[in-house]
């Protein structure tokens, strides 16, 4: 797999790339915004870490762009440890952070599960996909389509999406799906969960703000209206 490291601190991009290259990635850099957003076109790129403060474009301007044009999971690198930063990054569409200095032990456990995450198990065709009322969820592409429409998701869009259509009606609290989705040692708190759903709703529903698919049960949690039917 092939990641992309976008940091203007060259020994820190330096120890990044030997370490991940250690686990047998293919490594590209970037020193800057621009940079980064000419190698983030790159198809083969599987994930990138970015750095919050870049010259030239900073990260969430980068993270925002990228988002335009590709789902490619998005780490984010941070020396602020303001909350507000920490949920702007994922407003941008970064799917995870973490705040310098780090264990690039944390990095790498990070960088992991994100790749479990979005690699199909087995080879195109071997997961089949999930017909949900008129929405169809892709495992192979993890891409969903509503009514003949299909919708671009970050991976943790589409795996709020994959729980919630797999156990319709089951109500999820903020804490459980943090758990769940982002890993019992996320460090974040439960208002990430809420931008991701309020993002989720503006991408899969008609009206976001009279939601048909993922309803809220108030003072309990999130769940899924319709019923499921695998094909």
Same mark, same amino acid.
């Given at each position: 797999?092939? +990641?992309?490291i ?12 030997? =370490?991940f ?6 490594v590209?850099t ?6 980064? %957003?000419?190698h983030?076109h790159?198809k083969s790129i !599987? ?6 403060m870049?010259?030239k ?11 335009e044009f590709s789902n490619?999971p998005?780490v ?14 994922l407003e941008?569409?970064?799917?995870d ?6 264990n690039?032990?944390e990095l790498?456990?990070r ?5 479990r995450r979005?690699?199909p198990l087995?080879g195109?065709? !071997?997961?089949?996909? %999930?017909?949900v009322g ?5 495992? =192979?592409?993890?891409?969903?389509t ?6 671009e ?5 589409f795996d ?6 797999? =156990?319709?009606?089951k109500v $999820?609290?903020?804490?459980n799906?943090?758990d769940?989705?982002w890993?019992?040692?996320?460090p974040?708190?439960a208002?990430?969960? !809420?931008v ?7 991408? +899969?529903?008609p =009206?976001?703000?009279?939601?048909? $698919? +993922?309803l809220t049960?108030?003072g309990?949690g999130y769940?899924?209206?319709?019923t499921?039917?695998?094909?």
């Amino acid at each position: 797999m092939k +990641i992309l490291i976008v940091d203007d601190e060259k020994l820190l991009v330096k120890g990044i790339k030997f =370490n991940f290259e250690q686990e047998g990635f293919t490594v590209e850099t970037a020193y800057d915004g621009e940079e980064a %957003l000419k190698h983030a076109h790159d198809k083969s790129i !599987d994930l990138i870490i970015l750095d919050l403060m870049l010259p030239k474009i900073d990260g969430l301007t980068v993270c925002q762009k990228v988002r335009e044009f590709s789902n490619v999971p998005i780490v984010m690198l941070t020396a602020k440890t303001e909350d507000m930063d920490k949920i702007l990054g994922l407003e941008y569409g970064a799917d995870d952070y973490i705040t310098k200095p780090f264990n690039i032990l944390e990095l790498k456990a990070r960088v992991k599960a994100i790749m479990r995450r979005v690699t199909p198990l087995g080879g195109a065709g !071997d997961k089949s996909k %999930l017909s949900v009322g008129d929405v169809l969820l892709d495992y =192979n592409q993890r891409k969903v389509t509503i009514d003949g429409r299909t919708t671009e998701l970050t991976s943790k869009e589409f795996d709020l999406m994959d729980l919630f259509a797999t =156990n319709p009606g089951k109500v $999820y609290g903020r804490d459980n799906l943090l758990d769940m989705i982002w890993g019992y040692d996320y460090p974040g708190d439960a208002r990430t969960v !809420d931008v991701h759903i309020r993002r989720l709703r503006e991408k +899969i529903e008609p =009206n976001p703000a009279e939601p048909q $698919y +993922i309803l809220t049960k108030w003072g309990a949690g999130y769940y899924f209206k319709e019923t499921k039917e695998t094909v």
